[in-house]
């Protein structure tokens, strides 16, 4: 199985300022078809998670601007330009290139 | 919209069974292959298996860590996906969520597995 390796576990922002993370895979997640299949998801507390990125960096519908996706390879990076006291909860990366699809242990966002 | 509706969760007894069901609208449901995912309390995401359209044979996929306990089936009439759960372990215990190209996913459903 392809392992997803997230850091920091956990991260503390200030409102308005940037934040970024980080997710490496122990295998290539660039397809023959061209397309990279690592995914970010949001998890706010009780809730289900969000689709936020696809294929390393699409943002899903009604994702705001400031979320965007990037890497190559097996390093990726989820950068959020200026954070909102919304943006909390925990950050998952997944890859689906192989199966299983797999997923990071998640990125614990909270505000300081 | 796409919404996908999980039920059929509950309490229940280590060796056990249990039946969830993944209720679909807002697109053409024989079309997609259908995934469960689930969360154990306060713990990550762990893919359970998938099951292809039609198209695609409907076949399945399953984790390698309930292959041979869970299976999944498909009722394109009811647009509904079923997770057969069986011979349940307290390890089982999690929320379960129904996904479509996990892009869209269902607020889940809680099975508790009691010794």
């Known amino acids: 199985d392809i392992v997803m390796t997230q850091t920091p576990l956990s991260l503390s922002v200030t409102p308005g300022q940037p934040a970024s993370m980080s997710c490496k895979s122990s295998?290539?997640?660039?397809?023959?078809?061209?397309?990279?299949?690592l995914y970010w998801y949001l998890q706010k507390p009780g809730q289900p998670p969000q689709l936020l990125i696809y294929e390393l960096s699409n943002r899903f519908s009604g994702v705001p601007e400031r979320f965007s996706g990037s890497g190559s390879g097996t390093d990726f990076t989820l950068k959020i330009s200026r954070v909102e006291a919304e943006d909390v909860g925990v950050y998952y990366c997944?890859?689906?290139?192989?199966?299983?699809?797999?997923f990071g242990q998640g990125t614990k966002v909270d505000i300081k | 919209e796409v919404q996908l509706v999980e039920s059929g969760g509950g309490l229940v007894q280590s060796g056990r069974s249990l039946r969830l069901s993944c209720t679909a609208s807002?697109?053409?449901?024989?079309?997609?292959?259908l995934s469960w995912v689930r969360q154990a309390p306060g713990k990550g995401l762990e893919w359970v298996g998938f099951i292809r359209s039609k198209a695609y044979g409907g076949t399945t996929e399953i984790a390698a860590s309930v292959r041979g306990r869970f299976t999944i089936s498909r009722d394109d009439s009811k647009r509904t996906a079923y997770l057969q759960m069986n011979s349940l372990k307290v390890e089982d215990t999690a929320v379960y969520y129904c996904?479509?190209?996990?892009?869209?996913w269902g607020q889940g459903t809680l099975v508790t597995v009691s010794s």
């Open positions: 997944m890859q689906s290139i192989q199966l299983p699809p797999t």
């Open positions: 295998q290539s997640l660039l397809h023959s078809d061209g397309k990279t299949y």
């Open positions: 996904t479509r190209d996990q892009l869209y």
């Open positions: 807002g697109f053409t449901f024989g079309d997609y292959a």
